[in-house]
């Protein structure tokens, strides 16, 4: 494969990546059709940032957040058989169990743990040693601009920490597993080993003092953007939302099997982080995953990062390896 030149980088050169927004496909279908997919999320970000931002203190709670959070991606879901991006990423029965285990994993021993030793108990115990004073002007901003700034801290530090994940090896071991999903569908951004969704989770906006209503609306805007990284759903997306937010295409990039693209689009939600630091592909990706799109198991899943650390101690070492390691041919 030739592949497409991006700065100094050659994308495509070991699996397709179509490049460039020009040659990506279109809704098919009706006005009615093409004007549904072409409007949905912009309308489906503002209905609920303006949800937020007037409903009464008894109905913005985090378990409203939770149900409304619940409802969309079950919309999203439906949206999949109606107007699927890719007839090869269809969801299967087989596929939606394994990816409920690993939601029902986020939402229960996940959670415990980060309510232990995630970045708000670290945030705190730093602030409790030095004595720092919490930046409390921070509340006196507008909403809206606080919502923005949880956001963008945020993802500005996942931006970061997903770089590192694919730059020194310690870390890769732990998000290698989530680089073997084939396919694109609602519940995949749950798939991974244990501890690379815990890494990914943490942030360092909690320093700041923010507004609890402010926090809900930047939930908002992961909600109403982030959920579409992992999607399979062809949307005719406005030229100025693929400006600043990410987009499955660019997540499909991402994920593609070819090396250098899958470098690229390392941010959740604002896709201009990636534009300052010239790590943006804007393209799109059909074939998913490593070793040819070879699918993980659970269980491989779950221990990959810790026997493949292994294996690399005793190479380093120059221990025998217990287990013979395959060399693909040449």
């Avoid at 959670?111 to 720092?132: K, L, T």
């Amino acid at each position: 494969m030739e592949g497409v030149r991006v700065g100094n980088r050659m994308i495509g050169t070991q699996s397709p990546v179509t490049v460039g927004w020009e040659n990506l496909p279109k809704v098919e279908g009706g006005p009615i059709k093409r004007h549904f997919f072409t409007w949905f999320q912009p309308a489906a970000l503002f209905a609920l940032i303006a949800f937020w931002y007037y409903a009464p203190n008894s109905i913005a709670t985090a378990s409203t957040a939770i149900g409304i959070g619940i409802g969309f991606k079950a919309l999203l879901l439906a949206l999949e058989w109606v107007n699927p991006r890719h007839d090869s990423w269809r969801l299967t029965w087989k596929e939606l169990v394994i990816d409920l285990f690993y939601v029902g994993l986020g939402f229960t021993i996940l959670r415990m743990i980060d309510g232990y030793i995630g970045d708000g108990v670290m945030i705190e115990a730093i602030q409790g040693v030095f004595h720092w004073e919490k930046f409390a002007w921070f509340m006196g901003l507008p909403l809206l601009m606080q919502a923005f700034l949880i956001s963008f801290i945020f993802d500005f530090g996942q931006y970061w920490m997903h770089r590192g994940m694919h730059n020194w090896y310690p870390l890769w071991l732990t998000h290698a597993p989530h680089h073997y999903i084939t396919q694109l569908n609602i519940n995949k951004g749950a798939v991974g080993n244990p501890v690379e969704l815990f890494l990914i989770g943490l942030g360092v906006g909690g320093f700041f003092d923010f507004l609890p209503r402010a926090a809900l609306l930047a939930g908002t805007l992961g909600l109403a953007v982030s959920t579409y990284q992992h999607i399979n759903v062809r949307f005719n997306t406005p030229r100025w939302w693929r400006f600043l937010f990410n987009t499955t295409e660019h997540h499909s990039v991402h994920h593609s099997q070819d090396y250098e693209a899958s470098r690229s689009n390392y941010s959740g939600t604002w896709i201009i982080i990636d534009r300052m630091f010239g790590t943006c592909v804007d393209g799109e990706a059909e074939l998913l995953g490593m070793e040819g799109g070879r699918k993980m198991s659970i269980r491989e899943t779950m221990t990959y990062p810790f026997t493949e650390g292994w294996k690399s101690v005793n190479a380093r070492l120059g221990r025998r390896p217990i287990d013979p390691i395959a060399v693909p041919a040449e």
